[in-house]
């Protein structure tokens, strides 16, 4: 489709910190062999968050449901970048993945990828994400055209909510999204509030559940901690992405065990025993029951996407001629 940018690509040592080495996966049908060979073990990559271990527990009825599902072991692996987990696409040792949609614009450039599935965050939600431009609450800034000369949290240079849809926004204001700012990047949504709350930036941005939802729920923020000043046009949420060397069939059979269950009956089917949590009122007559944390997002459900659902991004970038965009960058 198009070279993805250099800045994002580092060569393979970002993959090493996931997985030993840079050749060839051992998921990829070995040379002689038939693309019906199943693998031995597949890998689940997904990024990023503050703590990694939340993440997995986030993930981890998802995991066990592949596992179910499929019969072959699944090996989650938390990753620290958005890049890292893109060049062990690339190397195609990363099966599935979870990421932003601009990390999905990105990988198609260099990688044999497939988008399959997105959260839907409750019965019937539109799946799509909005981005928040947050500033600590009373500190006199009130839009983000006031961001020059201010230091600017942000997630991940690869991330479309926490980085591409603000650099865009600001663009539009008249604020270079590199020259103008003091752009500080955080590593994850939930780092970038938290640096905002600790004085560490001026201006943040992240994920709307983030803010909404998410940091609430764990007791770390609370409403009148922040204000939000800015919030972009809904994007494409985080697909979950396969490897294009995995066979049709297995393809066919992960994308089916992830629209098979959600929340609920994933809590219903023990994939979470022990660690259930109630259903919140937006999931109508379902709250109250007991469910999975199901994704990194919390979702109610997965439901079908496809690359058509994220030309949105390709369009963004089009029309800001955005650096972070660029090849050349």
């Given at each position: 489709m198009r070279k993805t940018s250099a800045a994002f690509l580092a060569a393979c040592g970002a993959a090493a910190l996931l997985l030993a080495g840079c050749g060839q996966s051992?998921?990829?049908?070995?040379?002689?062999?038939?693309?019906?060979?199943?693998?031995?073990?597949l890998v689940f990559a997904a990024v990023p968050s503050e703590d990694s271990e939340s993440l997995e527990a986030a993930f981890a009825p998802v995991v066990a449901a592949l596992d179910h599902e499929l019969d072959i072991p699944v090996r989650f692996e938390p990753v620290s970048s958005n890049a890292g987990v893109i060049e062990a696409q690339v190397a195609e040792r990363v099966d599935i993945a979870v990421y932003g949609a601009f990390s999905y614009y990105l990988a198609t450039g260099v990688a044999d990828v497939v988008p399959v599935a997105v959260d839907e965050r409750a019965p019937?939600?539109?799946?799509?994400?909005?981005?928040?431009?947050?500033?600590?609450?009373?500190?006199?800034?009130?839009?983000?055209s006031e961001a020059a000369g201010q230091k600017v949290c942000f997630t991940d240079p690869a991330s479309s909510t926490g980085y591409l849809a603000p650099a865009a926004g600001l663009?539009?204001?008249?604020?270079?999204?590199?020259?103008?700012?003091t752009p500080v990047f955080a590593g994850g949504h939930d780092a970038s509030v938290l640096a905002l709350l600790s004085g560490d930036c001026d201006l943040a941005y992240a994920a709307q559940a983030f803010v909404d939802d998410i940091l609430p729920a764990?007791?770390?923020?609370?409403?009148?901690?922040?204000?939000v000043i800015w919030t972009s046009d809904p994007i494409p949420g985080p697909p979950f992405v396969l490897g294009g060397w995995l066979s049709d069939d297995l393809q066919e059979r992960i994308t089916e065990a992830l629209l098979k269950y959600n929340a609920v009956t994933a809590a219903e089917a023990g994939f979470c025993e022990g660690a259930e949590?109630?259903?919140?009122?937006?999931?109508?007559?379902l709250a109250g029951?007991?469910?999975?944390?199901?994704?990194?997002?919390?979702?109610?459900?997965?439901?079908?996407?496809?690359?058509?659902?994220?030309?949105?991004?390709?369009?963004i970038c089009e029309t800001t001629q955005a650096d972070v965009c660029r090849a050349d960058s």
């Open positions: 051992p998921n990829a049908p070995a040379a002689g062999n038939g693309a019906e060979d199943e693998p031995t073990e019937g939600a539109d799946p799509s994400i909005s981005a928040y431009g947050l500033v600590r609450a009373g500190d006199g800034i009130s839009a983000i663009i539009e204001e008249g604020v270079d999204a590199e020259n103008d700012i764990q007791g770390a923020l609370e409403p009148d901690d922040v204000e949590i109630d259903a919140p009122d937006s999931w109508g007559e029951e007991p469910a999975c944390m199901w994704g990194g997002t919390g979702a109610f459900s997965f439901i079908p996407t496809d690359a058509a659902a994220y030309e949105p991004i390709a369009k």
